[in-house]
């Protein structure tokens, strides 16, 4: 049977609403496979393929029917959602309603009760999909993220014998904005069917604690809850990371660093190079960032072209309003400092709305001499850890947000409140202006944390507190000796 690197064999399937690869259909009808945005799958992908385990999720088009395979050293198991399902379950419920509830209302959360509906059936789903392919007793089932928060208890259900651990990648809200979902409890009961519940920052687990106390009335004890039905679970925090090792080797590769000097001519040679690497979600913040770049290029305290800002902004969720509206203001926003600070050939900010390859990134991490990663609100935030991970070199400058998870652990960077834009310029400009040896020590201290604390060390971790749990439940329901 498949297992998970670090966990003694443990059979592992993983379960998310995104399989690691989208099924993407091109202009002449044909199909392809392309790596799926965000987080969850970079960090969760290399778990699952040292390991050969399953992954359950949805090919990322809909009304596709495909059956399970083998792929890149996993078992790969689809799930198919219809139009209508992916309009109400994924852009609405998920994205409409908990993305924007669980970033502290960074948007405004939309309660739609037909959206509730196609949650549910969704939920079902998966869990229907899950309980076919697991094994048999004390298989491990690990359910990520806001889209699947009913999943647990569902499979509980019909799977009393498995392990079940969740992990949430997004932060979980204080009890005041929570209490505004109409379904809270039913979220919360669908969370308890867990053993294990994984969170980014102890604040969140907190915020899950206060929640399961106010809604579903249950004990807790530290970490522990005490359901009414004398089962115990765990909810705690666990901080997702990269997989340091491999970015550090595609960091060193001549290649990279032949493509990372490229990138840097074809900028026109600056003397400093700030990147943005963002899905473009308004959680990201980077409206707030231009404005506070832009302001420092109309006060002089910057200068283009000595300077250039890279924007990436991939691609997300274009069909949600919400983010269409803020493509639009991000765009006129780049068009008015282009327009007041550009030369021909040099523009003040490189905007660049697509995904690249992670060979690209590296190179790109690699160019920049300042990262500014300042989200509004974001559960980790993978792309400060990437950055630290590839800069062997012991350059560069990290602008972070405190409001990212990532700023627990990250504490060398350059923390900044992202609302406030005379700080967010200050930090840049000391960001810019850093000794390179004041740089490097703070990168060694950063490279030291994230190459211990990498995703295989938190998967074990996860997975191994999943163990216990499960154990010390077991020991429970055996007869006591004699
Ligand atoms: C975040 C979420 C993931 C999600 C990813 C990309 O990282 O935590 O669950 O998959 O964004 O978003 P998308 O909606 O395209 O899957």
């Given at each position: 049977m498949r297992g998970v690197a670090g966990t003694r064999e443990t059979p592992v399937v993983v379960v998310a609403n995104r399989l690691p690869v989208d099924q993407v259909t091109l202009g002449d009808g044909s199909t392809e496979w392309r790596p799926s945005p965000g987080g969850l799958v970079a960090a969760l992908e290399p778990v699952v393929q040292s390991s050969g385990g399953t992954w359950v999720g949805w090919p990322g088009a809909p009304d596709t029917e495909l059956d399970p395979f083998d792929a890149d050293g996993m078992h790969v198991v689809p799930v198919a959602l219809s139009a209508e399902e992916v309009a109400e379950y994924y852009e609405g419920f998920?994205?409409?309603?908990?993305?924007?509830?669980?970033?502290?209302?960074?948007?405004?959360?939309?309660?739609?009760?037909?959206?509730?509906?196609?949650?549910?059936?969704?939920?079902?789903?998966?869990?229907?999909?899950?309980?076919?392919?697991?094994?048999?007793?004390?298989?491990?089932?690990?359910?990520?993220?806001?889209?699947?928060?009913?999943?647990?208890?569902?499979?509980?259900?019909?799977?009393?014998?498995?392990?079940?651990?969740?992990?949430?990648?997004?932060?979980?809200?204080?009890?005041?904005?929570?209490?505004?979902?109409?379904?809270r409890k039913q979220i919360i009961d669908g969370l308890l069917g867990a053993d294990l519940i994984g969170f980014q920052r102890g604040g969140d687990a907190a915020n899950f604690l206060r929640a399961a106390r106010s809604t579903s009335g249950v004990v807790t004890r530290g970490s522990v809850i005490e359901r009414g039905d004398g089962r115990q679970l765990r909810a705690a925090a666990f901080p997702i990371s990269v997989d340091a090792a491999a970015l550090d080797e595609l960091s060193r590769r001549p290649e990279t660093l032949a493509r990372a000097a490229e990138l840097r001519r074809d900028l026109g040679n600056p003397t400093t190079i700030v990147l943005g690497v963002d899905r473009l979600d308004y959680t990201k913040g980077i409206l707030h960032r231009l404005r506070a770049y832009g302001e420092l290029l109309d006060e002089g305290r910057l200068g283009a072209p000595d300077v250039v800002l890279v924007q990436v902004a991939s691609p997300s969720r274009e069909r949600v309003e919400e983010y269409q509206r803020l493509r639009d203001e991000v765009e006129v926003t780049v068009g008015r400092i282009n327009g007041d600070h550009s030369a021909v050939g040099h523009p003040a900010v490189h905007y660049l709305h697509q995904t690249f390859p992670k060979e690209e990134m590296a190179a790109l991490y690699l160019a920049a001499d300042v990262l500014l990663v300042t989200p509004l609100r974001d559960g980790m935030n993978l792309v400060a850890k990437e950055y630290v991970a590839c800069r062997h070199d012991e350059r560069g400058s990290l602008v972070l947000s405190e409001f990212a998870g990532a700023a627990d652990e990250l504490r060398q960077a350059f923390l900044v409140n992202p609302w406030d834009i005379d700080g967010l310029k200050d930090a840049v400009l000391r960001a810019i202006a850093v000794a390179p040896a004041e740089a490097a020590r703070r990168m060694r201290a950063m490279r030291r944390r994230v190459s211990e604390f990498d995703v295989h060390r938190w998967a074990s971790a996860f997975l191994g507190g999943l163990e216990m749990v499960a154990e010390s439940k077991a020991e429970r329901a055996a007869p006591a000796p004699g």
């Open positions: 998920s994205n409409g309603t908990l993305w924007p509830l669980y970033h502290d209302v960074t948007g405004e959360p939309v309660f739609e009760r037909r959206w509730w509906d196609a949650y549910r059936t969704v939920n079902q789903r998966f869990a229907d999909a899950v309980a076919e392919v697991a094994d048999g007793p004390g298989t491990v089932v690990w359910v990520q993220d806001y889209q699947l928060q009913l999943v647990p208890d569902m499979l509980r259900r019909r799977r009393p014998d498995l392990r079940i651990g969740f992990f949430d990648h997004i932060p979980f809200p204080g009890w005041e904005i929570y209490a505004r979902l109409p379904w």
